[in-house]
């Protein structure tokens, strides 16, 4: 019996060593798999996004061609940085569309009740995720870390809209 246990346990260490080898196949193949997965993701917000602005560009585009009275900032689109995490919003006809976390972050100033101004001209705006465009945009620009990339519709006839990107990014 004893004789037994001696020759069993190589192949014991042999079967567990193929078990760990496996185990740790899989756990690089699920890390891999994650990665493609987050990348997937991402892809797929960033085309989404694309598609809300050029779909915003167009409304505006076509009602100013109609002759309908379309004032500044009848859309925006910005992308950002929050927490390490690229998020997105885009406005257009009145409605926000953007990121979770975008949002999250500039419903907490609205509830704080963030508010913004400027020297010249004397302005003053109270943090809001629903009118006035400028407000929006101003509690959205401070909701990120960091913003990346701003695209906005300045009302004044010219084809091209502003775009400012940050050289970082």
């Known amino acids: 019996m004893v004789m037994t246990q001696h020759i069993q346990q190589p192949a014991q260490r042999s079967t567990w060593a193929a078990v760990r080898a496996r185990a740790a196949t899989r756990a690089r193949r699920q890390v891999l798999l994650q990665r493609r997965h987050q990348e997937a993701v991402a892809t797929a917000r960033a085309v989404c996004h694309r598609s809300q602005l050029l779909l915003a560009r167009q409304?505006?585009?076509?009602?100013?061609?109609?002759?309908q009275q379309v004032g500044p900032l009848a859309w925006f689109a910005v992308q950002?940085?929050?927490?390490?995490?690229?998020?997105?919003?885009?406005?257009?006809?009145?409605?926000?569309?953007?990121?979770?976390?975008?949002g999250a972050r500039a419903r907490l100033l609205v509830d704080l009740g963030a508010e913004f101004s400027s020297d010249?001209?004397?302005?003053?705006?109270?943090?809001?995720?629903?009118?006035?465009?400028?407000?929006?945009?101003?509690?959205l620009i401070r909701a990120c870390d960091?913003?990346?990339?701003?695209?906005?519709?300045?009302?004044?006839?010219?084809?091209?809209p502003l775009a400012v990107q940050s050289?970082?990014?």
């Open 59 to 67: 409304r505006v585009r076509r009602q100013r061609r109609q002759g």
């Open 80 to 102: 950002g940085v929050i927490d390490q995490q690229v998020v997105r919003a885009v406005w257009s006809d009145g409605q926000l569309c953007c990121d979770r976390l975008l």
């Open 120 to 139: 010249d001209p004397p302005r003053r705006y109270c943090a809001s995720l629903q009118a006035p465009p400028v407000a929006v945009l101003l509690t």
């Open 146 to 160: 960091r913003i990346t990339v701003m695209e906005v519709d300045l009302g004044d006839g010219s084809a091209e």
């Open 167 to 169: 050289r970082t990014s």
